[in-house]
């Protein structure tokens, strides 16, 4: 589907003047739905002159304000540009020093690697062979109250939780389908498999080792919920000195193996045509799972 350029060009057009965002402001600080009355609306910003307010209320009305009995209450699209612009998501630049953390490198073992952020993503480069282990969209208010690790730990906590959503079938940005692939060869080197997430609707992409894919499974997070890690909240360059203990193998029989980890042998076949009907988590089976000597 996509979006007429015209109608997007309106859409953003009518924000263009401060006390339409004034007004939404006002509206979104009202919680519940509640409506508020004209009269209330216009004591809450900043005007003097009645006809001028009413005029910039009727451009936001039906798409970022809606009309009731009662008053007015903001809109979904509406709620969704205050929360953006509060967020300082379109007219702040984060701030971030770089910062060194522990690790595992899969390209040269080494173990330490240092955060730096060069306006567009912060990315985690290993301090020996220089290979960019991670990299993640660094948004202001990551950054807002925290130290550089608080805020690298906060980025990485969305990824999780974006790319989780993604092997679901639903794009964490939008809502819309997501198609999954499979990419291996040299092109993902050092990883065997790589799980790449699109969107259909808004172009949003999210890529990640299938190690990292798995990490979301239940059985997986349970397996290691029982030596005191916990895959939800440990941070993925910290948990990359447990996925380096993990085998992945290519099987002529199964599209794709993996044999994991540390004390226990799991064995996880997973189907590329369930990948590719987004449905990843459901159809990953755990089975011969013992421990080894």
Same mark, same amino acid.
């Given at each position: 589907?996509?979006?007429?350029?015209?109608?997007?060009?309106?859409?953003?057009?009518?924000?263009?003047?401060?006390?339409?965002?004034?007004?939404?402001?006002?509206?979104?600080? /009202?919680?519940?739905?509640?409506?508020?009355s004209?009269t209330?609306?216009?004591?809450?910003?900043?005007?003097?002159?009645?006809?001028?307010?009413?005029?910039?209320?009727? /451009?936001?009305?039906?798409?970022?304000?809606q009309?009731?009995?009662?008053?007015?209450v903001?809109?979904?699209?509406?709620?969704?540009?205050?929360?953006?612009?509060?967020?300082?998501?379109?007219?702040?630049?984060?701030?971030?020093?770089?910062?060194?953390?522990?690790?595992?490198c899969?390209?040269c073992?080494?173990?330490?690697?240092?955060?730096?952020?060069?306006?567009?993503?912060?990315t985690?480069?290993?301090?020996?062979?220089?290979?960019?282990?991670?990299?993640?969209?660094?948004?202001?208010?990551?950054?807002?109250?925290?130290?550089?690790?608080?805020?690298?730990?906060?980025?990485d906590?969305?990824m999780?939780?974006?790319?989780?959503?993604?092997?679901?079938?639903?794009?964490?940005?939008c809502?819309?389908?997501?198609?999954?692939?499979?990419?291996?060869?040299?092109?993902?080197?050092?990883?065997t498999?790589?799980?790449?997430?699109?969107?259909?609707?808004?172009?949003?992409?999210?890529?990640?080792?299938?190690?990292?894919?798995?990490?979301?499974?239940?059985?997986?997070?349970?397996?290691?919920?029982?030596?005191?890690?916990?895959?939800?909240?440990?941070?993925?360059?910290?948990m990359?000195?447990h996925?380096?203990?993990?085998?992945?193998?290519?099987?002529?029989s199964?599209?794709?193996?993996?044999?994991?980890?540390?004390?226990?042998?799991?064995?996880?076949?997973?189907?590329?045509?369930?990948?590719?009907?987004?449905?990843?988590?459901?159809?990953?089976?755990l089975h011969?799972?013992?421990?080894?000597?």
């Amino acid at each position: 589907m996509e979006p007429e350029i015209p109608n997007v060009e309106d859409a953003f057009a009518v924000l263009a003047s401060s006390l339409r965002l004034q007004i939404l402001q006002a509206l979104a600080d /009202e919680t519940d739905g509640i409506s508020r009355s004209f009269t209330d609306l216009y004591e809450a910003v900043d005007t003097s002159n009645t006809s001028q307010f009413s005029y910039h209320l009727n /451009e936001l009305t039906d798409r970022y304000v809606q009309q009731t009995e009662e008053g007015y209450v903001i809109s979904d699209a509406g709620r969704r540009i205050i929360q953006s612009m509060n967020a300082g998501e379109y007219t702040l630049q984060p701030d971030f020093e770089p910062v060194t953390v522990s690790t595992h490198c899969p390209y040269c073992g080494e173990t330490s690697a240092e955060a730096t952020y060069d306006g567009q993503l912060a990315t985690v480069d290993c301090l020996s062979c220089e290979f960019t282990l991670l990299r993640y969209d660094l948004r202001p208010a990551h950054v807002e109250n925290r130290s550089p690790l608080q805020a690298l730990k906060a980025a990485d906590r969305q990824m999780r939780a974006e790319y989780g959503t993604a092997l679901t079938g639903v794009c964490p940005r939008c809502g819309g389908s997501i198609d999954l692939d499979v990419l291996t060869g040299s092109k993902v080197d050092p990883a065997t498999a790589l799980i790449v997430c699109d969107c259909r609707h808004c172009g949003t992409t999210l890529s990640a080792p299938v190690e990292i894919a798995l990490l979301h499974h239940p059985e997986v997070v349970s397996r290691y919920w029982d030596e005191d890690v916990n895959t939800v909240t440990t941070p993925i360059w910290e948990m990359l000195s447990h996925l380096a203990k993990w085998s992945v193998e290519l099987d002529e029989s199964e599209p794709l193996t993996v044999v994991a980890a540390e004390n226990e042998r799991i064995r996880i076949d997973v189907s590329c045509e369930a990948w590719a009907q987004a449905n990843l988590i459901d159809s990953v089976r755990l089975h011969n799972c013992r421990r080894t000597h």
